[in-house]
């Protein structure tokens, strides 16, 4: 059993717009079409949240990793 499947941790200087989804995680585009990308997780108290990012249609092919 690996953890192959869990999302990968986020970028720590990742801004908050592209965690929320609102613009392209690896470039900040938020003025194409944005498309879900998977999910990244961040550390919080406790554990980790989970983030649905998007990407733009440069990046649409990409995945965290
Ligand atoms: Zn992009």
Known sequence: MT???AP???DPNVSIARL???ACYWC???HS???PAGSV???VGGGQRLWFIVA???HSKR???
């Open 56 to 58: 733009c249609e440069w």
């Open 33 to 35: 079409t944005l498309t």
């Open 3 to 5: 953890q192959s499947t």
């Open 20 to 22: 929320h989804g609102e």
């Open 41 to 43: 997780t961040t550390p």
């Open 63 to 65: 995945r965290p990793r």
């Open 8 to 10: 990968p941790p986020a």
């Open 28 to 30: 900040g585009s938020a």
